[in-house]
């Protein structure tokens, strides 16, 4: 089976996940926090714009680039790129300080935040894209305002406003995949959020292929998203390959029939472990480089 058609169906390329947070240098990941059981995070303007202090703060502190955001009353999201091996060090010294500044300021004990934050690692241009519409879309969806840019806490005006803002946010990267020209590329974007917002997305907590689907829906929507000069930046980088070099990688080894020297073999794992950060099952695994359950596991142990 076509690496190709996997995305075609709906596989993901991306993956959400609590526990085995991934890592790595120039990751970009979608961070999911919230606060315990139906407590708040927010009660004024002045705690939404103490958590942007602290997300700019642990932005620079910990070479992190912010592409959006979205606050909402008991709950976050994030999507950054961390240019450190620092994830975990960075989360916890965000969530932790914004806890501190809230319980004092509220005389208040005890656990603000839902235990670990999620992390949904973007391994596509698609899935990227997917993960900044749905993030504009939260408050929409939530039913708080009609229009994405009614809400004040995200950066939807970064992305569609007509100005060009000065800030610690990277939102023109995330255009550029769009067009080189950032007036077009808002356009576009404007776009596509229009026609995503009548796109039924569900809560990606409770329906982890969430984004996933949008992912695929926006390629079927919108085939040229990626054209143009752009067409060649690389979302990830420093061990992680794009769709496209994963795709040649599976057709190489799948007309191997037997694997024996040790580079070929080094290129399965490289291959076996591509399609696990992906979210890629065992039997999809399988599917894709048609070779046995055993066949994997011993792979991997090597």
């Given at each position: 089976m076509e690496f190709s058609d996997l995305i075609k169906r709906g596989v993901r390329q991306g993956y959400l996940r609590s526990r085995r947070k991934s890592s790595q240098l120039g990751l970009i990941s979608h961070i999911i926090q919230r606060a315990v059981g139906r407590e708040p995070l927010f009660l004024e303007d002045a705690d939404y714009l103490y958590m942007l202090k602290v997300i700019r703060d642990v932005a620079g502190e910990y070479d992190l680039t912010v592409f959006s955001f979205c606050l909402m009353s008991n709950h976050l999201h994030l999507l950054l790129r961390q240019n450190r091996n620092n994830l975990s060090c960075a989360m916890q010294s965000l969530f932790g300080r914004y806890a501190v500044y809230f319980n004092d300021k509220y005389h208040r004990k005890g656990h603000l935040f839902c235990g670990a934050?999620?992390?949904?690692a973007c391994y596509g241009k698609y899935y990227f894209l997917a993960a900044s519409i749905y993030i504009h879309l939260n408050p929409v969806r939530a039913g708080l305002?009609?229009?994405?840019g009614d809400y004040r806490w995200t950066t939807w005006n970064l992305y569609c406003g007509d100005r060009a803002v000065n800030s610690f946010v990277d939102w023109a990267y995330p255009l550029r995949l769009l067009d080189e020209d950032i007036v077009a590329a808002k356009s576009k974007y404007r776009r596509l959020m229009d026609q995503a917002q009548w796109h039924k997305t569900e809560e990606v907590l409770e329906r982890p292929k969430t984004i996933s689907r949008l992912s695929v829906w926006l390629r079927q929507q919108f085939?040229?998203?990626?054209?143009?000069?752009?067409?060649?930046?690389?979302?990830?980088?420093?061990?992680?390959i794009d769709d496209t070099e994963l795709d040649n990688l599976l057709d190489r080894l799948r007309s191997k029939k037997r694997l024996t020297k040790p580079?070929?073999?080094?290129?399965?794992?490289?291959?076996?472990?591509?399609l696990q950060a992906r979210g890629f099952s065992i039997r999809e695994i399988m599917d894709c480089l048609e070779i046995t359950r055993p066949t994997i596991y011993n792979t991997l142990a090597r």
């Open positions: 934050y999620r992390q949904s305002v009609r229009q994405a085939p040229k998203t990626s054209a143009g000069a752009s067409s060649q930046e690389r979302l990830l980088q420093n061990g992680y580079t070929d073999i080094q290129a399965r794992r490289f291959a076996i472990q591509q």
